[in-house]
C-alpha cells in the first residue's frame, strides 16, 4: 500500500515568509509525528499526534512552530516569519500506536527540504 | 536528558568484510532501541527493534544487533558488507513509554570495492 507522503518535496521560501508543509500518514495510523534533520542539530523531534491531540509538543522550537491534525489524517507543520536558521529537512512519520508505550514502528516519510534564503 | 551516542560519524568498510556499527543508551532503565537506515534523498527505513523480549534481533539485509544491558549497548552488526549497504544508519531510542524517537547522530557507511 501507499506510504507517508509527504508536499512539497522542496520549498525554497525568502526569509520572514510562512511556509505549511503536509503530510499524509499511512491509512489507519492514528499516531503521526513530525522530525527535523539539519546539519548541525541531526534528527530532532518536533511533535507527536495521537488522534487529533498533540500530546506531546515539546520539540517544537519556538512559537513560529505549529502543527496540526484533521480527520485523524492530514497534518500541516506551519512555520510563522521563516528564518534562516529553519533551513532543514522535515520529516514526517506515522505508526499504528494507540498504547504502544514507544514500541512500535516509525514509517517515514521522503521528507520536505526547505530552504530559507 | 535521555541520549542516545554513535561512535563513529564515518565507517568504511572492503566489500565482504564484517560491518560494526556501535550505538550506546543513555539510561538505566532500558529504552526500546532501533536502527533505522537512511539513503540519499530518501525517508528512514526501519531495520531491526529491540523491544525486550530477545536480546539479540535479526534485521533486514542480513543485519542484526545485540542487546547489552550491562554495556548499555545495542550494536549493530553484518558479517559481510554489500556495495549496497552504502548509507547513513542511525539508531534511535524511546525511553519511558514515550512515543517520540530520540536519535543517535548517525554513522555514514562506506563500502570499499
Known amino acids: 500500500g501507499a506510504g507517508v507522503s509527504q508536499s512539497p518535496s522542496n520549498k525554497v521560501t525568502e526569509k520572514g515568509k510562512d511556509v505549511e508543509l503536509r503530510c499524509d500518514p499511512i491509512?489507519?495510523?492514528?499516531?503521526l509525528y513530525w522530525y527535523r534533520q539539519s546539519l548541525g542539530q541531526g534528527l530532532e523531534f518536533l511533535i507527536y499526534?495521537?488522534?487529533?491531540?498533540?500530546?506531546?509538543k515539546s520539540g517544537l522550537p519556538s512559537d513560529r512552530f505549529s502543527a496540526e491534525r484533521t480527520g485523524g489524517s492530514v497534518s500541516t507543520l506551519t512555520i510563522q516569519r521563516t528564518q534562516q536558521e529553519d533551513s532543514a529537512v522535515y520529516l514526517c512519520a506515522s505508526s499504528q500506536t494507540k498504547t504502544g508505550g514507544g514500541k512500535n514502528e516509525q514509517f517515514f516519510g521522503p521528507g520536505t527540504r526547505l530552504t530559507v534564503l | 536528558a535521555q541520549s542516545v551516542t554513535q561512535l563513529g560519524s564515518h565507517v568504511s568498510v572492503s566489500e565482504g568484510a564484517l560491518v560494526l556499527l556501535r550505538c550506546n543508551y543513555s539510561s538505566s532503565v532500558p529504552p526500546y532501541l532501533f536502527w533505522y537506515v537512511q539513503y540519499p534523498n530518501q525517508g528512514l527505513q526501519l531495520l531491526l527493534k529491540?523491544?525486550?523480549?530477545?536480546?539479540l534481533v535479526k534485521g533486514i539485509n542480513g543485519f542484526e544487533a545485540e542487546f547489552k544491558k550491562s554495556e548499555t549497548s545495542f550494536h549493530l552488526t553484518k558479517p559481510s558488507a554489500h556495495m549496497s549497504d552504502a548509507a547513513e544508519y542511525f539508531c534511535a531510542a524511546t525511553y519511558f513509554g514515550n512515543e517520540k524517537l530520540t536519535f543517535g547522530t548517525g554513522t555514514r557507511l562506506t563500502i570499499i570495492p
Open positions: 491509512s489507519g495510523h492514528t499516531a
Open positions: 529491540y523491544t525486550s523480549a530477545a536480546t
Open positions: 499526534f495521537q488522534g487529533n491531540s498533540a500530546p506531546d
